[in-house]
């Protein structure tokens, strides 16, 4: 199974901060890689595919780069509505999810 | 509407069964892969397995297999995931799910159904 680590847990901010979040493949997963956003009691809902493709309707703020295992989902100016828990996703080998990174206001 | 429309929310006993839903309107359903994904309170999301419904191909996350079962009836456009034992531990908002490709499980999703929380209580 190929296992997937975001990091942190956990990220305080303020609205306006340059905000990174990393995931890591345990294999190489070439760029099979999504993020998404869940907000509580909400589906989840793609924000970016292939490592860095922006899904029709994602705000540009949101960005992803990386490919092999190592990944980032970088949102450029953090604005109210983007307090919520970002997850990702590998899609080479079946699914497997990351454990998730909530962005709470600092 | 391109959707996927999820049973109601069920409130079972340990040991009962459960059968729950997931309908795909607006598109071809045989020709796009369901997923289930299970968040309990509180934690992450899981694969637990997909099935392709043209012609119920299912493959199980090893964490899953053997404790539930997917199904499809193409007929009526609509995906199963099926307990036939609940524990507490099942207690979860269960999701469908689909990728985005034609014929495709390897995508992600750009389609989600509403969630269906199964709560098993004594």
């Known amino acids: 199974d190929i296992q997937m680590t975001q990091s942190p847990s956990t990220l305080s901010a303020s609205v306006g901060d340059r905000v990174t979040i990393t995931c890591r493949a345990s294999q190489s997963i070439s760029r099979w890689l999504a993020w998404y956003q869940q907000k509580p009691g909400k589906v989840p809902n793609l924000l970016i595919y292939?490592?860095?493709t922006l899904e029709s309707g994602v705000p540009s703020r949101f960005s992803g780069s990386g490919s092999g295992t190592e990944f980032t989902l970088t949102i450029g100016s953090l604005q109210p509505d983007d307090f919520a828990t970002y997850y990702c996703?590998?899609?080479?080998?079946?699914?497997?999810f990351g454990q998730g990174t909530k962005v709470e206001i600092k | 509407e391109v959707q996927l429309v999820q049973s109601g929310a069920e409130v079972k006993k340990p040991g009962e069964s459960l059968k729950i839903s997931c309908k795909g309107t607006g598109y071809s359903f045989t020709n796009y892969w369901i997923a289930w994904v299970r968040q309990m309170p509180g934690k992450g999301l899981e694969w637990m397995g997909i099935?392709?419904?043209?012609?119920?191909?299912?493959r199980y996350s090893p964490s899953f297999q053997g404790q539930v079962t997917i199904s499809a009836d193409k007929s009526i456009r609509t995906a199963y995931l099926q307990w036939s034992s609940l524990k507490a531990s099942d207690t979860a908002m269960y999701y469908c799910?689909?990728?985005?490709?034609?014929?495709?499980?390897?995508?992600?999703?750009?389609?989600w159904g509403q969630g269906t929380l199964v709560t098993v209580s004594s």
């Open positions: 099935i392709y419904p043209g012609d119920s191909d299912t």
């Open positions: 799910a689909r990728p985005q490709g034609v014929g495709n499980w390897n995508d992600a999703s750009d389609l």
């Open positions: 292939q490592a860095s």
């Open positions: 996703q590998q899609y080479k080998s079946y699914w497997t």
